[in-house]
Each structure stands twice: as structure tokens, then as C-alpha cells.
């Protein structure tokens, strides 16, 4: 890669550095903001595609509003690497020691120009709508400019967002970021009528948004600047709601990205380094299980369906999984609300839904969980990847799951702690016809090595592994590796021999072995690899109550870390061997 | 009202009795139904004006469509009643003392008519996808019906369903009930759009549900039996997503209830036979308190902006209040999670957002709540009705509002438990910049007698109401009258004067006051008003897990109770102070 100009960025500072720069200036600024952005992002990972595709949109936008008085909103936030050049944080992008000093998100901690901390989608159009009932209350003036991608637009929060943004009655204008793509392939009606708009340059018989009562504007070539800048110009200060529908190439710049746009979408270090070797092979894991396990029933003539809310990625879905399950796979769209409604109606009628999701994400349909599918104990199977403490950041922690679904009455929720139980756990589930069951999937694969001939429609049984005394440790899923190191830990440091349980149920409690454990049991531990609160441990904590047993819970506490490093955050939760057993000698 | 007659309904027990009759009879019976409806409404209470206006188009629909096989699924089933009369369960309208048999919402239990269980709104058309998509995957064949009013439309997961049942590639039949209403005046775009779509017979320029890829039918009067049977009949059997598009009138048949429609949406026993006194004087509640705090702010010049999501009735926001309050009133729709977002967003510009909404719809905005809201801190007051163990029906259960808040980091869950801390609480919340704050507002008043001075910004202080020893009680927000009367019992019956705590903050925990209790106290008492798991007092237990302290837990059970008598619930969770006070016999 050619070594990086940056003559004119060197005299951006701010947005109103742009507007002395005249248009070859501003093109030329794009393909230096461009290149950092490849040079950045193939050192540390991140959002690729969606960054290369509107640093144009992101330049016109600066230069025609004044930020921060004018406030723009990104919605997800996949996209703001060329805003956050613009706006006082280009070392961040220039300066290799500085590459990991922002988030990849909006964060108004960083900037005046950032208004919200965001990472999950669909919210743009209603924060923006807030910001503005918010300046009309004040009796203010400025432009509400709210940007949303077209794949984020088919969420729920999104297209209420829209409803409501449309009668305003004063200025917001809505950026709609056309690229034809989600993180996978678009799906649904919506993505049909934005296709009919950009083929027929804005001009069609059924106009959505025109019908929605927006003033309608389209920009057929999103990345062409000027066009950009008329069309923002002419809807700036508008007194109504205006929505401008810009078509952009996603990966614009980077051929192979605009060729494959899914698996740039994100990318991992040094990724532009190796895009010529074969893609390595991969072992076995949780995912690869799932893909054969979904692929055999299928075989077998099952009416599966394996649905996800377009995040295919998260579970390895790739496009040979999907076409091999052809109809037997469903992108939703970012609609997690849909993807499990469709999940109860498709088990209602004797399909057997099969639903992917990430533990981040599982929030955003909660009454769905609750209502179309608990109260109606339909058997559809969710899939429950990436739970646990993490040093994501603060939009995409996996912390939340366990009090989130546990909660739910009539939700059974499991947690293998290995292949063995995994697939038991999902043949079980994929084969009953009496409840809706979620299972908490590892990260990490583990192997125990025996056969798992458990019968878990006998719920809330939990598996003692080793039967000692004294001291008895609960360890959740995929922590159960942690409930094994503290027993080791344990036996050499306190000379006892303690007792390892493996729940595989989260949702439940076995009351009659935890009633056993009073017999020669004085301590019991639990680690579950999540939030403390509203969690498994706190139950088993109030279970004890009334009794003689110490109980001590171990997990993460109620708050938004943001990138702290695992290991700082194993410390602070005290979830190291050593750690649990100092609180345990105080105790004993 | 004159007697029924029912000489049409005598001979229908299922839809397929139906079939037999000719429109003028089909129009009889239409009669029929509607003064059975109005008679039983009336004397149990229930949904008046949806039921009255679907008459028509529940006998078409049964009339062309063979249910159970075709299958229809009810949005909300507020409006399932003509329904219930015409799928063998018409004693419970013509026999007075089967009127409360079924619940007013669609139950699979009563019947196979019925798919789901269902009472929050915008499910239908997922749920519909769902079902659609399980026929196809078993090569089975049948029409697929969701029913949907215009309100319900508005709704993320309704709007979603749409997306997705747009591309379905085989048959669903939409049937929009548009009666220009949601429980209150419709809001948004789309309310402007199907206004237009009435007022030119559905002929427009933008046709919203054509740019979707539906096909597009509208029938002008949608209590026209014939009509209906028309349009219904054409689209039977379609192999594409098909839209019907009715116009109906809420309330139909009953002319206060066409005039007037808000109030006539859901009413108590006996309304109809007072129609023309004046209404009763209402005393001093939450709800007024509340209404008159606002109106007092707007009228200082504050920029409040009083939210709710088409729910105003839930908190006495009468026309009169909308009226006073004008740009500072904002009905966002059926769109909780627009209603959570637009808050955070008026609060981050400088606006005072109190958003009202119900214990039992809080949990359609997990999402916005934890990232819109939360982890932006920003200063929206949530005030949060109803919440409490009730004899309500199972879909409108306000149990899980504890847990779903309380584990959310940074929101502030305030529980009051008088009439001066709610209204100092409640400005101290609007007046703070500093974090999102959520109230639980009580059902019934009550009052301390004394100025609450408590400064709320000092976070998690708990109260000491009576300092005594041995027993501590920990009764939070409206079951603190709970525990004043356990603690007058325990003092007859145990002698012993208890140690009485108000926590006021439902999120967090007073550690110095825990601790302290540990020098003379050996239980704790914790009472909740909803539900134990994942609630306030599981987290007193795991608090004490490491100590001698012994904590009973009281609130509900994680279940689905559905009408269950409330003093049976007390007992089935032992809240009696007598039945407290036998467990706490058993631990000290």
C-alpha cells in the first residue's frame, strides 16, 4: 500500500476547516481519508465497508451543516471513522500510536460532535426525533439531521422512528445511507422498494416515503460530492421533514470490497495482507456443529428452519450454509422482534424454528420472548451465541442474557458446558413439543469426552461431577472451566475436596440436591459468566436464606464496561482461583 | 335495552353453520351479536367499541374462510369477542352466568379457533409469517389471516412483520382494521396515510402497502357484510401477500360509542346506564397528582414534554390535560421503544421528558431503555403505573418490571411510597441532569403526613421507619403498607419490635444500612410487589450470603397467572403477615 498523503486533511481540524476547501480540494480529501481508513482499519479491525462508503456523504454533510450546532445522529454508528477524522480525532487515524485512542462508535465523551453512545441499529430516526421536539420546546433553530443505513431501516425502533418523524411539523432530515446491503444480503419489501427507487432514480409510481408524508429527495451517485452537497444544501433548514435517499457503494474504493461486500463488512487485522490465500481451515466449534447438525435435519426431510436477524456472520452462516439450506433458512432482516414472533408462529404450526442470536441483541425483543413465545410455550430453539464478559464495547457487551431470558417465566434456558451436552441439548430441544427453550452456546468448545445420555425434559436437574464436602461450587456454562481450576485450586490450597456442579439449567433450581448440599456442605460458590444481578447466583443466594449456608456469588456487577481488558475484568469481579478462595477463608 | 333475540345464533355453533345463511340473515345475526355484546360488556366491563365495530367482518371472515384449518390470528384480540361468539363459545355472551367463562382475549385453550394467547398489540402479522412459513416448509396449503387494527399498525414488530410478510412468496392475507382509531386519536405518518387512502377510496398517488410489494384491495364499508364477503372471497386462496384494507367504525351499532370513541374503547360494568349523569368527582390519586405537577411546570415556562405511547387513559391524560398541555403533550402511538428513544433525545437537547407508561408494556423497550437511555444517562423520567401483583389477565400481568429495570445499570429505579415522597421524587427527577430515573408509581394513595425533605440525588439511602432489633423488614415502594401490618404482627405475635426499612431506591443497594442490621438483627425481611426472580430481594440475600444474616424473600413467583383472584395469590405466596410470620418462627 503506497504511503499515505494527507496534504489536505493536515489543515482539517474541524468542519469549518472544510469550507474554505473548494471541490477538487473536498475529492481529494476523500481519497486521503479513504486510505487512512484502509491503512487504520487493516491494522486493528473494524467496520471496513460501511466507512469506505460514506466518507463523500460524511464530507458534504460537514460542510453543509454546522456541527455541532446542527446535529447529526449516525445511527449504529458502523460508519462514523470519516466524522471522526473530520472532527478533531484524525490521529486517530494518522497516527499509529493513536489507533486504538477512540472507539469505534459515536461517543460524546470524545467529541461535542458526537450526541449519542451507540452500537446496536435503528435508533437514529428516534433519538434525532427527541433532538428535535427537545430544540422546539427550547423555541431553537438548528438542523436535526438523522443518518441511517437502509439495512438498519427495517428494524422495529426505525420504522417507529419514521412514523413518528413525519409529523413533526418542523425541521429533521433523515439521511437514508443506500448501499443495497445489511451486514448479509438486504431482505423484505422495504429492500424491494428501495431497489424499484434506485433503478428508477427516485421516480416510481408508489413513493414509501412520500406516502409516509416526507418530502422526498434522491441522490443517484452517493459518492459524487457535489451532488451530495447540492441536494444537503437545498433541504438545509428546512421547517419539515425531508428525507434525502442517497445511493452509496458500500467498500466504495477498495475493489474486492465492492465486489464481496459481506465479508468486508468488518474486518480482522492484516486482513488486505492475505486476501489472495485460501481462507484457512477452520476446527471444529460450536458453529460448525450447529451448521452440520441444521444441515442433517434437513437431510432428513425436518421441517427446520434456521432463522437469524441479519448477523449470519456471528454464527457462521456463510453463504454456502445458505444455500445449502435454501428454504430452510430465513434472514429476517434487523428485525429481532419479527425473528421471534415468526419463531413461535413457525413452531405453532409444526415447523421447528431453530433461532440464532447474539446475547447483545437478545434485548432488543424481549416482549416478544415474553409474550408471543413464553406465554404461548411454543417449542421453538434459540440459540444464544457470544454470552459472557467480554472486552467488547459498551454497546456490544454479552452480560445481560442470563437475567434477561431467566426471568421469563415458563423459558427453559440451558447451558452446556461442552459438544457433548451442546448437541444433546439441541436434539432434545429440536424434538420436543411442550416448551420454548434458549440455550446459552460457548464461545470456546470443550469436550468431555463421554457420551451425554442426559433425558433434559426433566427439567432443572442439575449434574454433580464430583461429590465432596464443605465446599460446593455451582459453575454455569461456559464457566464451567473457571468451577473447575477453582476446585483444583481448592483442594491444594485449603486441603478440601470440593463439590463441582454442573446446572446445565439456568432458568431453574434443583431444589432437592441443593437441599442435599445443607447435609456436609457449609460454602456454597457460584460462577455464572455474566451480570450478577437478576442472574442465576442471586437465587440461589435467596434459596439459602432462611438456612445456615454461605453463599457467595460470582459474575460481573451491573455496569457498562467499554474495551476494558478481560483480565482487568476477571480481577475486578474477583473471578480469579485465588480471589474466590480468599473471600471463601473468610467465610469458612 | 330490549331482550335479546338470538333466533339466528341459535343455529350457529361453528363457522361452518354459517356457511348455510343468506346476507339477510348474515345481517340479523350481525344484530344479534351486537346486542349480546353490548349486554355482556356492560355488565362485566370489558372492550366495547373494537368488538362492536368487527362484527361484520368476523361473520365474513368466517363465512369465506374455513377456521381452524384457514387459521386467523387476532392483533391484540381486543377484539376477538364476535369471534368467541361464532367458534362455540357463545354461552359465555348469551347465559349471564357463563359471562366470565372465557377471558376477553384469544385463548388456544378454549379453542382451536384460536391460535395464540395474545394482549399486547402489533404480533399478528409476525405471528402470521410464522405460521405461513410452517405450512409451506411442510407442503401443506390453507390461508393464512392476520388481523391488525390501524392503531396496532404503528407498532416496531408489526411494522417488521409487514417487511417480511411483503416477500413471503406464497399466501397471507393482511386484513387492516382501520377504524381511524387507536385506543386514543391515531398518531403518525401512517395514520396520515391511511386517512388519505379512506378519503380517496384506496385510490392514492403513493400507495404505502403497494410500495411494500402487496397486493392492495380496500373496502369502503367494512361493516357491509356483503362487501366484505366480496373482496374476502377474491383473495382466498392467493399465492402472494395480499392486503385488505377495511374501513370500519369503532363502536358500530351504538351511537355514544361512534361519537365518542376514547371513552367507549374499554369499559366498566354498568357504563351504559349512566350515561347521561355527570362523572363522579374523582379524588386525589397519582394520576392527578401527576397531572397537576406537569401542568404547574409547563406553566413556569419548563420545557416538559409529557410522553406516553396511546395509552393516556392509563394515567387520567384526559383530553382536557392534552389540551392544557398542548406542544408539551406527545403521543408517540403503539411505538414504546420510539417513546423511550424520542425521551432520551428530548432530554440530551435540554427538554424535561416524564414518559408514562404501564408495568406491563415497559418490557417492549428493553432495548431503548438499556441503549437509547441508559447508557447515555440521559435525564428522562420514566414513571411506570400499575406495577404490582394483580388478578389481571396474563397478558397484562405488571409483575416484571422489577427485574427488567432494577438490572439495567444507571437507571435509577425510585420506589415511593406516599404522596409526598412520589411528588419529591418526581421533581427531583426532573431537575437533575445527571442520570435516567424510573418511578414506580403505586395504584392507591397513600399519605406520610410529612414534608419529605430527602435529598434523592444522595443514590441508594434507604429509610429507617422504626429502628427496633432482631427482624428487620425491607418493604419496597407499594408493599410498604405490607409491611407496616407485618411488622404491627410481628410485634403482637413475636413480641418483638421489628426493625421496619422504606429502600425507596429499587436499583440499589444501602450497604451501610445492610451492615449495620448485622449488629442486631438476625432476619431480614424483604417484600416486593412483583416478581422474586431477578427482583430487589434476591440481590438483600446474595448481599447477606456471606454472613450469619437470614433474608426471606416475598414477592410473586416467576409464572403466567392468568385472572387469578388476588387474595389467592397472596396466599399462594405466602404475603400474609400471619404466614410470614410462621417462616420467620421456623429461622429465628
Not at 86 to 99: I, N, P, Q, V
Not at 186 to 202: P, S, V, W, Y
Not at 267 to 274: A, K
Not at 303 to 320: L, R, S, Y
Request: charged share 25%; with cysteine; net charge negative.
Amino acid at each position: 500500500m503506497p504511503e499515505t498523503l494527507t496534504k489536505i486533511l493536515d489543515k482539517v481540524n474541524s468542519p469549518k476547516d472544510l469550507k474554505v476547501l473548494n471541490i477538487n480540494e473536498l475529492n481529494d480529501l476523500a481519497q486521503e481519508m479513504r486510505e487512512l481508513i484502509i491503512k487504520k482499519v487493516n491494522t486493528t479491525g473494524g467496520h471496513f465497508g460501511p466507512n469506505l462508503g460514506i466518507v463523500e456523504a460524511t464530507i458534504a454533510l460537514h460542510y453543509v451543516f454546522n456541527s455541532p450546532k446542527d446535529k447529526i445522529v449516525f445511527d449504529v454508528s458502523h460508519q462514523c471513522y470519516p466524522h471522526k477524522i473530520l472532527t478533531g480525532r484524525k490521529e486517530g487515524f494518522t497516527d499509529k500510536d493513536s489507533y486504538l485512542k477512540y472507539t469505534g462508535y459515536t461517543a460524546p465523551e470524545e467529541s461535542a460532535h458526537d450526541l449519542f453512545k451507540v452500537g446496536h441499529t435503528s435508533t437514529s430516526i428516534s433519538l434525532a426525533t427527541g433532538l428535535a421536539k427537545g430544540r422546539d420546546l427550547l423555541g431553537e433553530k438548528e438542523n436535526i439531521i438523522a443518518l441511517i443505513g437502509d439495512g438498519s431501516l427495517t428494524g422495529g425502533e426505525a420504522l417507529e422512528g419514521l412514523n413518528n418523524a413525519a409529523v413533526l411539523n418542523s425541521n429533521i432530515i433523515i439521511v437514508l445511507n443506500d448501499n443495497d446491503m445489511s451486514i448479509a444480503e438486504n431482505q423484505g419489501g422495504i429492500c424491494n422498494m428501495l431497489t424499484e427507487l434506485r433503478e428508477c432514480c427516485g421516480e416510481v409510481k408508489n413513493n414509501f416515503f412520500e406516502a409516509l408524508g416526507f418530502e422526498y429527495h434522491y441522490v443517484d451517485n452517493g459518492n459524487n460530492i457535489s451532488s451530495l452537497i447540492e441536494t444537503f444544501s437545498r433541504v438545509k433548514d428546512t421547517d419539515h421533514p425531508v428525507l434525502v435517499h442517497i445511493h452509496t457503494i458500500k467498500g466504495k474504493g477498495f475493489k474486492p470490497a465492492e465486489e464481496n461486500k459481506e465479508p468486508f463488512h468488518w474486518i480482522l487485522p492484516e486482513t488486505l495482507d492475505h486476501l489472495n490465500e485460501p481462507a484457512a481451515l477452520q476446527g471444529e466449534s460450536y458453529e460448525s456443529l450447529t451448521k452440520d447438525y441444521l444441515l442433517k435435519k434437513v437431510s432428513e426431510g425436518e421441517p427446520i428452519a434456521a432463522i437469524n436477524a441479519a448477523t449470519p456472520g456471528v454464527f457462521g452462516w456463510n453463504k454456502e450454509f445458505r444455500d445449502k439450506m435454501g428454504s430452510h433458512y430465513i434472514d429476517v432482516g434487523i428485525a429481532e422482534q419479527q425473528a421471534v414472533a415468526m419463531a413461535s408462529g413457525i413452531a405453532k404450526r409444526g415447523g421447528k424454528p431453530i433461532l440464532g442470536i447474539m446475547s447483545s441483541f437478545v434485548q432488543r425483543t424481549y416482549d416478544q420472548l415474553s409474550q408471543d413465545l413464553a406465554l404461548n410455550n411454543t417449542p421453538a430453539t434459540l440459540l444464544i451465541f457470544w454470552g459472557g464478559i467480554s472486552s467488547a464495547d459498551a454497546t456490544h457487551l454479552c452480560t445481560f442474557d442470563i437475567p434477561l431470558i431467566s426471568n421469563i417465566p415458563n423459558i427453559v434456558y440451558l447451558a452446556p458446558t461442552c459438544k457433548e451436552e451442546y448437541l444433546k441439548m439441541l436434539d432434545w430441544s429440536v424434538n420436543q413439543n411442550s416448551c420454548s427453550v434458549a440455550i446459552r452456546v460457548p464461545m470456546n468448545i470443550s469436550y468431555s469426552g463421554t457420551v451425554d445420555s442426559t433425558d433434559y425434559s426433566i427439567l432443572n436437574k442439575y449434574k454433580t461431577v464430583n461429590s465432596g464436602k464443605d465446599i460446593a461450587i455451582i459453575a454455569v456454562g461456559s464457566f464451567f472451566e473457571q468451577g473447575k481450576k477453582l476446585a483444583d485450586y481448592i483442594k491444594s490450597k485449603l486441603n478440601i475436596n470440593p463439590t463441582l456442579i454442573n446446572p446445565c439449567f439456568i432458568s431453574g433450581l434443583d431444589k432437592e440436591l441443593l437441599n442435599g448440599l445443607k447435609d456436609n456442605h457449609r460454602v456454597v460458590i457460584t460462577l455464572e459468566d455474566g451480570e450478577l444481578s437478576g442472574g442465576f447466583g442471586e437465587k440461589i443466594a435467596s434459596y439459602y436464606g432462611s438456612s445456615e449456608m454461605k453463599v457467595l456469588n460470582y459474575g460481573s456487577q451491573k455496569e457498562f464496561t467499554d474495551r476494558v481488558p478481560l483480565d482487568e475484568l476477571y480481577k475486578r469481579y474477583r473471578l480469579l482461583p485465588e480471589m474466590i478462595c480468599e473471600d471463601i477463608e473468610k467465610v469458612i
